[in-house]
């Protein structure tokens, strides 16, 4: 069974910085890319950021470049999001997600519960 | 930024047909996906690539895609039907995720 817990999420000060991490397990971690998806409260769904299996493509929504930074450790079966400059619009519930990636198609088939991010003074 | 549209809701009645639908200049060279989020939980993929069903969700749910739109289908809706569903697709270079606004289903 696949399962993915996010952990790191907590309150932190305008202009601070939080490390998310994803714990994955239950398929071939370094077979898949994975990515980071967000919901403010009482919004909608927006993708984040992707990493490639190998680390060597990454992409981020406009909003996050240059403040955010997604890695992976294989090893360690998991997916990190270091997220510096925070603002209170990135206050969000933020997702793991296991990425089904080609050059035809890109969607998320498994989900992880999320973590919850909250930016403000 | 490339988007996809989404109506904010749709309500329909028990044993009904549900329609949703997903409009998006890149969707004839991009696949659309749907999912199913209740409230307090993650999200579920129930539609991916137009038409293909993941194992475990119910027959009940279909998508198809003309054009620039697409649709998920919902036949005979049950109360458990009701959620917010997010139709998902890449830009036109392939590179990003995009998700529509997202659904509200309210079975009445």
């Known amino acids: 069974e696949v399962q993915l817990v996010e952990s790191g999420g907590g309150l932190v000060q305008p202009g601070g910085s939080l490390r998310l991490s994803c714990a994955a397990s239950?398929?071939?971690?370094?077979?898949?890319?994975m990515s980071w998806v967000r919901q403010a409260p009482g919004k909608g769904l927006e993708w984040v950021a992707n990493?490639?299996?190998?680390?060597?493509?990454?992409y981020y929504v406009d909003s996050v470049k240059g403040r955010f930074t997604i890695s992976r450790d294989n090893a360690k079966n998991s997916v990190y999001l270091q997220m510096n400059s925070l603002r209170a619009e990135d206050t969000a519930m933020y997702y793991c997600a296991r990425d089904q990636s080609s050059l035809l198609y890109r969607y998320f088939d498994n989900w992880g519960q999320g973590t919850l991010v909250t930016v403000s003074s | 930024s490339y988007e996809v549209t989404q109506p904010p809701s749709v309500s329909v009645s028990p044993g009904q047909t549900a329609r949703i639908t997903c409009s998006g200049d890149a969707l004839p060279k991009q696949y659309a996906h749907w999912y199913q989020q209740k409230p307090g939980q993650a999200p579920v993929l129930v539609i991916y690539?137009?038409?293909e069903r993941p194992s475990g969700i119910p027959e009940r749910f279909s998508g198809s895609g003309s054009g620039t739109t697409v649709t998920l289908t919902i036949s005979g809706v049950q109360a458990e039907d009701e959620a917010d569903y997010y139709c998902?697709?890449?830009?036109?270079?392939?590179?990003?995720?995009?998700f529509g606004g997202g659904t509200k289903l309210t079975v009445l």
């Open positions: 990493i490639k299996q190998d680390g060597s493509e990454k």
């Open positions: 998902q697709s890449a830009d036109s270079s392939g590179t990003y995720h995009v």
């Open positions: 690539k137009d038409s």
């Open positions: 239950g398929f071939t971690f370094s077979s898949y890319w």
